[in-house]
């Protein structure tokens, strides 16, 4: 046991966890957490001295096991296909921990994948499969707790394998189960392959399709049928309906699951690492990304930056020298794992991360810490949840910081969207030319957040959501802007022709009656802080503006009861025995 199982791989409550420690608990029945578990094996040969190789040999063998229920492939001689010339793929094998919502181990997972990645002549046209958009699922889950819907969610157990494929790969018999001479000719859309996401895509849209629902024309991840949506991602499955409309839904499942290997049915909690937090009585839904905020703050090279705001208000500038490969690399994965926060629950980083993104090629110290700041920001604040329903009708906002950038003097800009005062849109980002005045700085600001508004009232209208005024009302903090898109006789002085043409869309809209521009002071301006940092007095007010509150079951489990912390030491106890 020394020789193979020692060495320490996690710990616990600062006690060191080796790999003895970890058979132990698993013989005695208990499910390690996930700081005690041993990284996960990176390739099949490293089965043999893993504490969890056995567990993952047996999840090999399920997984093989539901390959051959479905006809996956067909095995064939090697000879055969080597007389012809046509590529053989290889494959791999990939290792995940499946965990409760306490991060302790329920099963060790096992997947089989094609090395897409080897195929030849395939382009991107060939494979691009739509995703569901993180505004539509916030739109959905803000429509879900205006109305008090029903959430339930699925998942289609080896989704892509229910797909079959639509020409011939050739695939290497995998790792740990080979026939001499023998190689496999794929008949399902496997993991891996370039093609299976839109494969799968079109099998289950299909499908969907045969029991009466209909696409949502402008997101193609969204179908509805009377009052009923089903919305995904992948193999993640929603379903959002009344409560009057349940034998309805029901029958829908049933008829899915004749086709595919649904789980799940529970109600709403996690959704593409989201934790969704549902109070039904004030008719709100929290999104929170505590967990992720926990995973990430890793990156972080230092530990000793406090901050009340992510940024601080001067402005970074490019790093005088080259940076080393290695110091590029963390510094992208850092503002990559940011990337995803910020356009997905929490906008009170957007503005930062986008400052932060323009120095990806050659970052330097300074901008390592400010990246820092926002990862120990976002930590410190893991707290706080993204707030969807509670109100009425749908608020815009848009704004502009003029010629901010000292290095090419162009201007930041930013807008929020709130439906039923929620935030279920937002952007921070700096405009693609020189404006020469605040107003056109404002104009081109007001033009993104238009485009943007219209998308999304022609995909209300198309989930048959009537707001109160057919028209669409944004708010902006320039009175000239306003002025030159909705008087009459207003011209805009400019040379520049590519703002001209905006301004004449602007007012376009406006004298259709499709949009209306408000005036707002800039103290109650939502999308102020999506185009600069503000300072620690101003940024409690914007965290209120946005919606991000403290989420009451983040904060209970950060202060686990007696009971269970003396729960998790009885066991850590007994796996040191």
Request: aromatic share 6%; glycine share 6%; net charge positive.
């Amino acid at each position: 046991m020394a020789g193979t199982q020692a060495g320490k791989v996690g710990e616990y409550r600062g006690v060191a966890m080796d790999k003895a420690a970890i058979v132990r608990m698993l013989a005695k029945g208990l499910k390690p957490h996930r700081s005690q578990l041993p990284p996960l094996p990176t390739c099949r040969t490293k089965l043999e001295d893993h504490p969890m190789g056995e567990l993952f040999k047996e999840a090999e063998q399920s997984h093989l096991a539901s390959h051959h229920q479905m006809n996956s492939w067909t095995e064939i001689p090697i000879k055969k296909i080597k007389q012809t010339g046509q590529q053989i793929l290889d494959c791999m094998w990939v290792y995940t921990y499946k965990l409760d919502k306490h991060h302790r181990l329920l099963k060790c997972k096992a997947r089989l994948v094609v090395r897409g990645d080897q195929q030849r002549n395939i382009t991107s046209q060939d494979t691009y499969a739509a995703t569901l958009a993180s505004r539509s699922f916030r739109m959905l889950t803000a429509i879900a707790a205006k109305y008090d819907l029903e959430l339930k969610q699925y998942d289609v157990t080896n989704a892509f394998v229910h797909a079959t494929i639509d020409r011939e790969v050739f695939m290497r018999m995998p790792r740990g189960h080979q026939k001499p001479g023998t190689i496999l000719k794929l008949n399902k859309a496997l993991y891996g392959l370039r093609i299976s996401p839109l494969l799968w895509q079109k099998e289950f849209t299909s499908t969907l399709k045969e029991l009466g629902f209909q696409e949502v024309p402008h997101e193609p991840c969204c179908l509805i049928k009377g009052g009923i949506i089903i919305f995904f991602y992948v193999d993640d499955i929603i379903l959002a309906y009344h409560k009057d409309m349940e034998q309805s839904a029901q029958q829908a499942i049933a008829r899915l699951q004749e086709k595919y290997l649904f789980t799940g049915g529970n109600d709403l909690q996690w959704f593409l690492g989201v934790e969704i937090i549902r109070d039904r009585k004030s008719r709100t839904i929290q999104l929170s990304q505590a967990a992720y905020a926990d995973k990430i703050s890793r990156l972080a090279d230092r530990t000793d930056i406090r901050h009340d705001t992510p940024m601080a208000t001067a402005e970074l500038l490019p790093r005088d020298g080259l940076a080393c490969p290695s110091e590029i690399n963390k510094y992208q994965r850092k503002i990559g794992s940011l990337l995803f926060a910020a356009v997905t629950t929490r906008p009170d980083i957007a503005f930062a991360t986008s400052r932060l993104a323009r120095f990806l090629s050659n970052p330097g110290l300074e901008h390592h810490n400010a990246a820092d700041r926002v990862l120990l920001y976002l930590l410190a604040t893991k707290h706080l949840a993204l707030q969807l329903g509670g109100g009425t009708g749908l608020q815009i906002a848009s704004d502009a910081s003029f010629a901010d950038n000292t290095l090419d003097r162009k201007s930041s800009q930013g807008y929020a969207i709130k439906l039923f005062n929620g935030l279920i849109a937002w952007k921070a980002n700096k405009q693609d030319t020189v404006t020469t005045s605040t107003t056109e700085a404002e104009l081109l600001a007001l033009s993104q957040v238009a485009k943007e508004a219209l998308f999304l009232s022609r995909l209300l209208k198309e989930l048959n959501i009537q707001l109160d005024t057919p028209s669409i009302t944004i708010q902006c903090d320039n009175k000239q802007t306003i002025r030159l898109v909705t008087e009459e006789v207003s011209k805009l002085q400019t040379k520049l022709r590519h703002v001209d043409i905006h301004n004449h869309w602007i007012r376009q809209e406006v004298s259709t009656g499709r949009i209306s521009v408000e005036y707002i002071p800039t103290a109650d301006m939502i999308a102020d802080g999506l185009t600069k940092s503000l300072p620690p007095n101003k940024w409690p007010e914007f965290l209120e503006q946005l919606g991000l509150v403290p989420a009451k079951e983040i904060l209970a489990r950060n202060s686990a009861p007696l009971e269970e912390i003396q729960e998790k030491l009885e066991n850590l106890v007994v796996s040191l025995e």
